[in-house]
């Protein structure tokens, strides 16, 4: 006699999730600063950019350096722009996103202090 056969189908196991990260206040702000600076180098190459459209002036003799401080000046107001409020927009949503998985296991008192 041949034994029973059981045919059930086989399930998959579920998944564990990954116990959660644990980061401390000083990484998060850490994270926070880099998201910003990120954003300042972003805004940067995009004035960077913009002023590239504009037609150069060939008339004067005393542009001596003025591409230098055109540079720095560019690079001061992508600086300001990005610490100003909350810039563009883009820090927010990088540090949303690479802290998400953080705030799912986070309580909700804690949560508040994130932002």
């Not at 196991?13 to 000083?26: D, G, L, Y």
């Not at 690079?75 to 563009?88: C, F, H, P, S, V």
């Not at 949303?96 to 953080?102: G, M, P, R």
């Given at each position: 006699?041949?034994?029973?056969?059981?045919?059930?189908?086989?399930?998959?196991?579920?998944?564990?999730?990954?116990a959660?990260?644990?980061?401390?206040?000083?990484e998060?702000?850490?994270?926070?600063?880099a998201?910003?600076?990120?954003?300042?180098?972003?805004?940067?190459?995009?004035?960077?950019?913009?002023r590239?459209?504009?037609?150069?002036?060939?008339?004067?003799?005393?542009?001596f350096?003025?591409?230098?401080?055109?540079?720095?000046?560019?690079?001061k107001l992508?600086?300001?722009?990005?610490?100003?409020?909350?810039?563009?927009?883009?820090?927010?949503?990088?540090?949303?996103q690479?802290?998400?998985?953080?705030?799912?296991?986070?309580?909700?008192?804690?949560?508040?202090?994130?932002?």
């Amino acid at each position: 006699m041949a034994p029973d056969i059981n045919l059930q189908t086989s399930q998959p196991k579920p998944v564990e999730k990954p116990a959660s990260v644990r980061m401390s206040e000083v990484e998060l702000q850490k994270l926070k600063k880099a998201c910003a600076d990120f954003e300042s180098i972003f805004t940067y190459q995009m004035i960077k950019t913009m002023r590239q459209t504009v037609p150069k002036n060939q008339m004067g003799f005393g542009n001596f350096g003025k591409d230098t401080y055109t540079m720095m000046m560019d690079q001061k107001l992508a600086e300001t722009i990005a610490t100003k409020g909350d810039g563009m927009g883009l820090q927010k949503v990088l540090y949303d996103q690479l802290t998400q998985k953080y705030k799912q296991n986070m309580p909700k008192e804690g949560i508040n202090k994130l932002k």
